[in-house]
């Protein structure tokens, strides 16, 4: 069974940093490319990050270039998104996702609030 388990969110003000994990298990993890996606309040899900399987590329949405970096460890099953140069419009729930054919698996998402 297919798990995605984030953390790290949280309250942060304007110009902070945070750093989100995403422990993984019920699959190959080195296998396949993974993602971060985020929600803001009253917007649709849009992606923010993602990494093939042996973290040879990596690609960003527009809004977050030069702010965030997600990375993975393979030996630990865990996705990472190290989020630098936090603006209020960062706000929005973040999830963790992966798939292959048909199949599409997300986490429960973390709350990250960027707010004085």
């Known amino acids: 069974q297919v798990q995605l388990v984030e953390s790290g969110g949280g309250l942060v003000q304007p110009g902070g940093s945070l750093r989100l994990s995403c422990a993984a298990s019920g699959f190959e993890f080195s296998a396949y490319a993974l993602s971060w996606y985020r929600q803001p309040p009253g917007k649709e899900r849009e992606l923010v990050a993602a990494i093939t399987a042996l973290s040879e590329m990596t690609n960003y949405g527009d809004s977050v270039k030069g702010r965030f970096t997600i990375s993975r460890d393979n030996d630990k099953n865990t996705l990472y998104l190290q989020m630098d140069s936090l603006q209020p419009e960062d706000t929005a729930v973040y999830f963790c996702?992966?798939?292959?054919?048909?199949?599409?698996?997300w986490g429960q998402g973390t709350q990250v609030t960027v707010s004085s």
């Open positions: 996702y992966t798939g292959w054919f048909d199949e599409d698996y």
